[in-house]
């Protein structure tokens, strides 16, 4: 760091006698450093100040010195110094670029279903996760905590940021099953009943065949067998067992309901979202009852994205009114209830469906049976040594 700094010199040393000149210079301690040859040629280096020092050696030697090079900072700010501008605007955009850096550019949403892209996009907004904010102000846990609460219809939220990039990822909600690893020995047991259609076993064995009944915790793959020599053996049961199994579905709606409804009243609203700041266009969020549909554009140079964003909002405004509904009206409510709920059944196939419509109180109750085709195995981790005790000997006490 310091030879950076300071001036130095690269010398060539020119004579018949370099190494008398060099012990000369050891001799006197003189701060010549990193001596080296280049074919028949010597070199050196010393700083600019000591150069003078070496005169009186080299005369002594019988030796002549020429400087061949210059390096270090002194040497860059006299050589450049009639290109300052060129410098002074080279440091400014060194730190431009640095400040830049300091901001969110590029916001990905992975495995967001499209039914929840408008939930996702208000959530992430109204948290502050967007372009141009503080990357420092992307708090991941914190963050995700509060995603969850406001979209409890997934079950895990990951925020992270890498550079300028922040990654929101999103994992609907599904069945959770206790986590076993690859090399703990475990069975496959159903994890509800219903009829055998098909048993795939690649590791275990496998203990029912199609059209056996089964109920919930029936062990369908075991883990557990003999082998030739009589011995148990323990492995980590895999495959698929298919099953038709059995599942209803209910959903009760009301005759008469509040519902919301707009009343043609709209407030438009524009930003621009930069560097973690927004600017009012015009327009400014109203109070009451709305319901918002946003669109950002971002703005680009040629295929180059700025961490800039023209954000266009359409408030709708809401009144509450007592409405009555028919009764296929309801119906079509309680059977869209009612698939969301068959959505996340994890099913195959429909293989038949059943509806049965009846009255309940003040409104009408719908009832979905439906025969599924669905793998039903999940895996139950082996808590036991099924290997026998070793047999004593007869001396043994």
């Known amino acids: ?3 950076f700094i300071r001036e130095i010199y690269r010398i060539e040393i020119i004579g018949i006698t370099p190494e008398r000149f060099l012990n000369v210079v050891n001799r006197r301690q003189l701060p010549l450093f990193n001596v080296h040859c280049v074919g028949n040629r010597m070199f050196g280096f010393i700083a600019a100040a000591d150069f003078p020092s070496l005169s009186d050696a080299a005369q002594k030697a019988g030796v002549r010195l020429e400087i061949t090079d210059r390096h270090g900072l002194p040497f860059l700010a006299r050589h450049y110094r009639k290109r300052l501008g060129f410098i002074v605007g080279l440091g400014l955009f060194c730190l431009v670029l640095w400040y830049l850096s300091l901001f969110v550019w ?9 039914a929840y892209a408008v939930s996702v996009s208000d959530a992430l907004n109204d948290l502050g996760v967007r372009t141009g904010v503080f990357i420092s102000s992307v708090d991941g846990p914190l963050l995700e905590v509060e995603l969850e609460e406001r979209l409890p219809q997934f079950d895990l939220i990951k925020v992270s940021c890498m550079g300028c990039n922040a990654q929101v990822y999103f994992s609907p909600t599904h069945p959770i099953k206790d986590a076993v690893s690859d090399h703990e020995p475990c069975d496959l047991t ?11 076993a690649n590791e275990g064995l496998p203990l029912v065949e199609q059209g056996d009944v089964v109920y919930p915790g029936d062990t369908l793959i075991s883990g557990v067998f003999s082998n030739e020599g009589g011995k148990n053996t323990m492995v980590h049961s895999s495959g698929e ?9 209910s959903e009760s709606v009301s005759y008469k309901q509040t519902a919301t409804e707009p009343t043609g009243r709209a407030v438009n609203i524009h930003r621009v979202m930069a560097f973690g700041m927004e600017i009012p266009l ?3 969020p109203p109070k ?27 408030w709708q405004e809401l009144c509450y ?28 196939e429909i293989v038949s469906s059943d509806t049965v419509v009846s009255e ?8 979905r049976t439906v025969t599924l085709l669905k793998e039903i195995s999940q895996e139950r981790k082996l808590l036991f040594d099924p290997a026998p005790p070793p047999a004593k000997n007869a001396d043994e006490p």
């Open 190 to 200: 159903a994890s509800q009943g219903g009829v055998i259609v098909s048993v795939v």
């Open 288 to 314: 009451g009852n709305y319901s918002r549909i946003s669109h950002e554009t971002p703005v680009t140079v040629g295929e180059f994205s700025l961490p800039i964003l023209l954000r266009s909002e359409q």
């Open 241 to 249: 067992v298919t099953a038709l199994v059995e599942e209803t579905f």
């Open 321 to 348: 009114i007592e409405k009555t509904f028919t009764q296929e009206e309801c119906i079509a409510q309680a059977e869209t209830l009612i698939d969301k709920k068959l959505q996340k059944s994890h099913y195959k």
């Open 106 to 114: 590029f916001v990905d949403t992975v495995n967001v279903p499209e």
């Open 1 to 3: 760091m310091m030879h």
């Open 360 to 367: 309940w109180g003040g409104g009408i109750r719908v009832t």
């Open 282 to 284: 015009f327009g400014s």
